[in-house]
Every structure is written in C-alpha cells, then in structure tokens.
C-alpha cells in the first residue's frame, strides 16, 4: 500500500517533489498542498488534517517525525494484527514524508519583519499628519480566519510572500467599529453625538446601518440616520434614506514586526453527540474527537496603522485618527482579535515588548526608538486595565507620581468615562481614594486634579 500525496500534474511534481517536500512557504503547503483524508487512500486517514497543520508550525518536522517513530513502534508489537500492522505502518510512512520539507528560512523571516517595521516608518513619513501607527504585542496565542481554510476550522492568515501570520485589515475594521458601537451605546448627551458622528465618518455607513434596526442605529438611536443625511448632504424628505457613506479611514493589514512562532492547538469536544441534539444528556461514554487548528504564539508583536484617505467636514484630521486609534486599542487590549476570545485567545498589550530580532546586513537597521515619557510608560502600563474596582487601586502610587500636566491626561485616558460621570463616595470604584492601601495617593490626586467625591 503506496503512500499518495495529493494530486498535481507532472511537471508541478517534478519541481515541489512527490510530497511537497521542496516548498518553503507555509501559506502555499498549507493552502495548495494540504493532505486529503481520502484521496489515494485505501482506508481514511484521520490524522491528515492534525499533520497537515503541523507541517506549518514552527516545531513541525519534530512533531510529525515524532507521529512517525510512535506509529511505526505501535506497528512492530508482537501481537499485533496483520491488518492493524498494515495500517500502522503506513501511516508511519504517510507522516515521515510529510516532514520531509525544507525548514523555513529564519533570515527570510528576519527580512520580512523589518520589512513591517521600516514600512510604518515609511508610511509616517509619506501620510505625517494623517496616519496614526503603534505596536501590540500578543499577550496570548492568536487564531484568524480559522474557517476560511482549506482544513476544516483550522485556518489561519498567512502572507502569500513570506507565509508569515498577519490580521487583515478588514479584521481591524471589524473589532474597532465593534467596539465604536459599544462605547456609543454606554455614551450619554453630546458624548454620544460625537461619538456617534465620528464612528459614521471613519467607518463609513449603508441605508441599512442607520435606520430601524441597523447596528448605528442600535448603538445611536434616532439620531444615526439624522447624522448620517448630514453626512450625506440629503434632503430631510421623509421618502429618502440616508445614502451610502464610504468611510474615510484606511484600517491596514497588522504584520508581524518580530519573528513570530506558530503552534498546533486543539479543542476536544468529549459529548459530540450531546451538542447534535442526539442524546438528551451529557455522558462520559462517547468518544472524543479532538480538531487540530494553528495558532500564533503569545510574544510576537505587530505594527498597526489606520490612516485617512480624505479629510471630511466637521472633525479634524488628529480628532479622526486619534479616535480610531483608541478604539482598535481598546478592541485588541480589552476584547483580543480573531477567534475565542471569549476564552482568553487574541489579546494584546500596548507596545513593542518581544525582544526584536538583528537586523540582515543587507537591510538598513531602523532607528532606535526614543525612551518612552513617564506619561506613555504610565498608558502602556494600565490603558484598558482600570475598568473594575478591585485593579484600580494599585495604580495611584503610580499615577501620583506623574507631573501635573500629566496626571489629567493620564486620569482620562485610564479610567472610564462611565465612572467619571460618578464622582460618589459610596461608589465601589471611588473607595479606593478614600480608603484602603493606597488611600493617601487617591486623595492626593483627587485635590490635584480639583475633584471632589460628593
């Protein structure tokens, strides 16, 4: 029984290898070559799509040449039978040719990590005043587009170029105007107006969006599409919606600025049946299936940027991207990107704190960058982390210690609007001023900035 890799004519054959061993690139063995669980095969393989994963993790060739010591020892026990042995040892060889491929070249990964780095620099050079640029770095493993490859909710976005991971821009959008929506909806007055008509501009809108039922007018209330014909320059005829808006913020792809690792990760449902409605109730007696996916490993950083393709009336150029800015920190810090980060995957910290790797000596090094002001040290440090009572009192000694034209920038930029509107001694969140470890530094700030706790 002759181990068959997918199908392909003979003169790709001759240049990939029998078994896609010659390709280097993780997005074309993933996307083209993957291995199929019935073709060629005399009985299913149902490892192909775990092994086809890991041939584009970082310790793949290890992990499948693992599989392969472990079948083939599974296969050479003495009682085991003819048919078993058979099957058990191609399997074996199925797994050995698969991590017969060319590693993939580290100063190549090196290169196009500086490639992302010295793009930012470029794209503030050439936009200046109408792009906003940063780094995050993930703080736990990242998982994007895992439905849209070619292994069943195991993809991943790798660059066509480099097989590096990366979010598209189109993701960025999504988890920014997402949490857009959000803060609208909790905003109060002329907060929620502005907020409200920045979201519009940046974002763009449909007839859809602002009316009825729409997400802007879900978050806005009736007032979406009143902004929205503003926007548009329609006329108030009650027969006429607001027109379609293209947003005016370009929300670029996210490519990883250090050298990033990708691993194998897995869920394993243990009542399958259960979920598809054909049990009544949960048992410990089925038999799990896990499902294999890749992911990103926490610690690899990458450059973000949002800039304006025009300038519209009513905002300027800093209000619109600064806006835009806050809300994709927010989103990535608070709420992560791609998929299950209600369980913890996806989010980052403000940053570049992954060790960055030497620049090639073909590739000029880019500029070292400025130590960070205690101010920028201070919003790296807590943004998006002061949104409950019980995290909010360990940062006053901190705060304290900022000059006066930096603790009010800090005390807004840090605490959130919701409990600023709540200056009350019986509010949990204002105890800690008050009263506690860190009370003397709370009342400290509070006659700094002028507050007082009615």
Same mark, same amino acid.
């Given at each position: 029984?002759?181990? &068959?890799?997918?199908?392909?004519?003979?003169?790709v054959r001759q240049l990939i290898g029998?078994?896609?061993?010659?390709?280097?690139?993780?997005?074309?063995?993933?996307?083209?070559?993957?291995?199929?669980?019935?073709?060629?095969?005399?009985?299913?393989?149902?490892?192909?799509?775990?092994?086809?994963?890991?041939?584009?993790?970082?310790?793949?060739?290890?992990?499948?040449?693992?599989?392969?010591?472990?079948?083939?020892?599974?296969?050479? !026990?003495?009682?085991?039978?003819?048919?078993?042995?058979?099957?058990?040892?191609?399997?074996?060889?199925? *797994?050995?040719?698969?991590? +017969?491929?060319?590693?993939?070249?580290? *100063?190549?990964?090196?290169?196009?990590?500086?490639?992302?780095?010295?793009?930012?620099?470029?794209?503030?050079?050439?936009? %200046?005043?109408?792009?906003?640029?940063?780094? *995050?770095?993930?703080?736990?493993?990242?998982?994007?587009? #895992? *439905?849209? !490859? @070619?292994?069943?909710?195991?993809?991943?976005?790798?660059?066509?170029? $480099?097989?590096?991971?990366?979010?598209?821009?189109?993701?960025?959008?999504?988890?920014?105007?997402?949490?857009?929506?959000?803060?609208?909806?909790?905003?109060?007055?002329?907060?929620?107006?502005?907020?409200?008509?920045?979201?519009?501009?940046?974002? !763009?809108? !449909?007839? %859809?969006?602002?009316?009825?039922?729409?997400? $802007?007018?879900?978050?806005?209330?009736?007032?979406?599409?009143?902004?929205?014909?503003?926007?548009?320059?329609?006329?108030?005829d009650s027969r006429k919606k607001a027109?379609?808006?293209?947003?005016?913020?370009?929300?670029?792809?996210?490519?990883?600025?250090?050298?990033?690792?990708?691993?194998?990760?897995? @869920?394993?449902?243990?009542?399958?049946?259960?979920? %598809?409605?054909?049990?009544?109730?949960?048992?410990?007696?089925?038999?799990?299936?896990? +499902?294999? $996916?890749?992911?990103?490993?926490?610690?690899?950083?990458?450059?973000?940027?949002?800039?304006?393709?025009?300038?519209?009336?009513?905002?300027?150029?800093?209000?619109?991207?600064?806006?835009?800015?806050?809300?994709?920190?927010?989103?990535?810090?608070?709420?992560?990107?791609?998929?299950?980060?209600?369980?913890?995957?996806?989010? $980052?910290?403000?940053?570049?704190?992954?060790?960055?790797?030497?620049?090639?000596?073909?590739?000029?090094?880019?500029?070292?960058?400025?130590?960070?002001?205690?101010? %920028?040290?201070?919003?790296?440090?807590?943004?998006?982390?002061?949104?409950?009572?019980?995290?909010?009192?360990?940062?006053?000694?901190? #705060?304290?210690? /900022?000059?006066?034209?930096?603790? &009010?920038?800090?005390?807004?930029?840090?605490?959130?609007?919701?409990?600023?509107? &709540?200056?009350?001694?019986? +509010?949990?969140?204002?105890?800690?001023?008050?009263?506690?470890?860190?009370?003397?530094?709370?009342?400290?700030?509070?006659?700094? /900035?002028?507050?007082?706790?009615?």
């Amino acid at each position: 029984m002759e181990a &068959k890799m997918i199908p392909t004519s003979k003169d790709v054959r001759q240049l990939i290898g029998d078994w896609a061993e010659h390709v280097d690139n993780r997005s074309l063995l993933f996307e083209k070559f993957s291995l199929p669980k019935m073709w060629g095969q005399e009985e299913k393989v149902d490892d192909a799509g775990r092994w086809s994963v890991l041939r584009i993790v970082t310790d793949g060739k290890k992990l499948l040449n693992g599989d392969a010591m472990r079948l083939q020892n599974e296969a050479s !026990g003495g009682d085991v039978k003819p048919h078993v042995r058979k099957r058990k040892t191609h399997l074996s060889e199925i *797994a050995r040719k698969m991590a +017969n491929f060319d590693p993939f070249d580290r *100063a190549l990964i090196n290169v196009a990590n500086q490639n992302a780095s010295l793009l930012l620099e470029q794209i503030k050079r050439s936009f %200046q005043d109408r792009v906003e640029t940063f780094e *995050a770095t993930l703080g736990a493993r990242m998982m994007v587009n #895992m *439905a849209g !490859g @070619v292994v069943e909710n195991a993809g991943i976005c790798l660059d066509r170029c $480099f097989g590096l991971p990366y979010l598209p821009g189109s993701a960025i959008k999504g988890i920014a105007r997402h949490q857009a929506l959000w803060e609208i909806k909790t905003a109060d007055g002329n907060r929620k107006r502005e907020l409200l008509h920045l979201a519009l501009l940046l974002f !763009g809108f !449909g007839n %859809q969006d602002v009316v009825r039922q729409g997400v $802007f007018a879900w978050a806005g209330g009736s007032e979406a599409e009143q902004i929205a014909k503003r926007i548009t320059k329609v006329e108030k005829d009650s027969r006429k919606k607001a027109e379609a808006f293209r947003g005016c913020a370009s929300f670029l792809p996210a490519y990883p600025t250090t050298p990033p690792t990708l691993v194998v990760d897995m @869920v394993n449902p243990h009542y399958r049946e259960y979920y %598809q409605g054909k049990r009544k109730t949960a048992s410990d007696d089925e038999n799990p299936i896990p +499902n294999y $996916f890749p992911a990103v490993e926490a610690g690899c950083s990458f450059g973000f940027a949002v800039l304006l393709n025009r300038q519209p009336e009513g905002f300027t150029a800093q209000q619109l991207l600064q806006q835009a800015r806050q809300w994709i920190e927010r989103a990535i810090t608070q709420k992560g990107a791609g998929a299950k980060t209600a369980a913890g995957y996806g989010w $980052f910290r403000l940053g570049r704190i992954a060790a960055a790797q030497p620049a090639p000596a073909s590739m000029p090094a880019p500029k070292p960058a400025e130590p960070d002001s205690p101010l %920028q040290t201070f919003l790296k440090n807590w943004s998006g982390r002061l949104n409950t009572k019980d995290n909010f009192p360990v940062a006053l000694p901190e #705060m304290l210690q /900022l000059p006066d034209a930096d603790l &009010k920038q800090a005390f807004e930029k840090t605490i959130p609007e919701q409990e600023r509107r &709540k200056l009350k001694k019986n +509010n949990p969140y204002w105890q800690s001023f008050t009263s506690g470890k860190h009370a003397e530094a709370g009342k400290k700030i509070l006659q700094r /900035l002028g507050l007082t706790l009615s």
